[in-house]
């Protein structure tokens, strides 16, 4: 069982909900996000266009944030997921420069959304409901805590909202999947074949886990 994402450029409708859901979903302090969108142009006036691509960690098979981790503070599951250990991070940043995907953030230190206030009630509550550490890496986890907690009362990611990423949930135009890519009957793995998904620098020899569908 290997974890995947299928975005579908076509349905994507540039409302950042998956930028905003993820933020939500782990209490992230001011300036961090694990899911990000990257916006660009193509064409020249008066018929230029904008782009809109939804980024966030690919969870790579061959991922070199891994490899080169000196503590094995960053680790991969047996289902694929890429993930930091808060208490074996050191802070020294080897992942962050060999992720040719920039999809990790130091994080120095937790600020509040509000510059000048001490933390809100709603902050305070999420540092202790998903408390972060000062001084190490984080990035996108795929949700495990809500796939794990799921498929502990029997329910399948990408077929339960309950055990699925929290941007695939709140996409109000259902550009995301999520599935299980090492079975060819899932939907992720179907869309991957039948449309041909692609996934970003294929040619980085990383294997992502997140694939995407065509405009």
Not at 199 to 205: N, S, W
Request: net charge neutral.
């Amino acid at each position: 069982m290997r974890w995947g994402m299928v975005i579908d450029l076509a349905k994507c409708i540039s409302c950042y909900a998956c930028v905003i859901s993820c933020k939500q979903e782990h209490f992230l302090p001011a300036g961090v996000f694990w899911s990000r969108g990257v916006v660009g142009e193509v064409g020249t006036y008066p018929a230029a266009k904008k782009q809109f691509l939804p980024v966030l960690c690919n969870h790579c098979q061959e991922a070199a944030c891994v490899k080169v981790c000196p503590t094995t503070a960053t680790q991969q599951r047996e289902d694929g997921i890429v993930w930091v250990d808060a208490n074996k991070c050191i802070g020294c940043r080897y992942c962050v420069m060999a992720c040719p995907y920039q999809n990790r953030t130091y994080l120095a230190e937790i600020k509040p959304h509000h510059p000048g206030q001490d933390f809100t009630e709603m902050e305070k509550m999420g540092r202790r409901l998903y408390p972060l550490t000062e001084g190490t890496v984080v990035k996108c986890n795929f949700c495990m805590e809500r796939i794990d907690a799921g498929m502990a009362k029997g329910l399948q990611p990408g077929e339960d909202r309950e055990a699925t990423p929290a941007c695939v949930n709140t996409c109000p135009a259902n550009a995301r999947t999520f599935g299980d890519l090492d079975n060819p009957d899932s939907l992720v793995s179907r869309l991957i074949r039948e449309k041909k998904g692609f996934p970003l620098h294929h040619e980085f020899g990383t294997e992502p886990s997140v694939y995407y569908l065509r405009y």
